[in-house]
Nanobody
Framework: QVQLAESGGGLVQAGGSLRLSCAAS????????MAWYRQAPGKEREKVAS???????YYAPSVRGRFTISRDNAKNTLYLQMNSLKPEDTAMYYC?????????????????WGQGTQVTVSS
């Protein structure tokens, strides 16, 4: 199993940037498709971006062109670079490891979650 720990969240003004990090331990990080999810109060948890072991990426339409997901397998670390932040990006952001050898299409496909890091974007 993989244990995940996010960091890098905070309070920024609209138009600003943040870089989230997710440190993995307890298993072989390089074998998992990884993803970032976010959840705002009263809303469903939604996938923001994902990256496969071969570095194929997916982005939600709402963040495409503004966010970049990447991974450093040597450091067992996942990143999310967030630029041009908007108030609607405000949410708790979660690092996630997808179940091995399965398509990672939704929350039911997640094998491990981090505890989350709060991102707040002011107007």
């Amino acid at each position: 199993q993989v244990q995940l720990a996010e960091s890098g969240g905070g309070l920024v003004q609209a138009g600003g940037s943040l870089r989230l990090s997710c440190a993995a331990s307890g298993s072989i990080f390089s074998r998992n498709t990884m993803a970032w999810y976010r959840q705002a109060p009263g809303k469903e948890r939604e996938k923001v971006a994902s990256i496969t072991t071969g570095s194929t990426t997916y982005y939600a339409p709402s963040v495409r062109g503004r966010f970049t997901i990447s991974r450093d397998n040597a450091k067992n670390t996942l990143y999310l670079q967030m630029n041009s932040l908007k108030p609607e990006d405000t949410a708790m952001y979660y690092c996630a490891a997808c179940t091995l050898f399965r398509p990672c299409v939704g929350v039911s496909d997640i094998a491990a979650w981090g505890q989350g890091t709060q991102v707040t974007v002011s107007s």
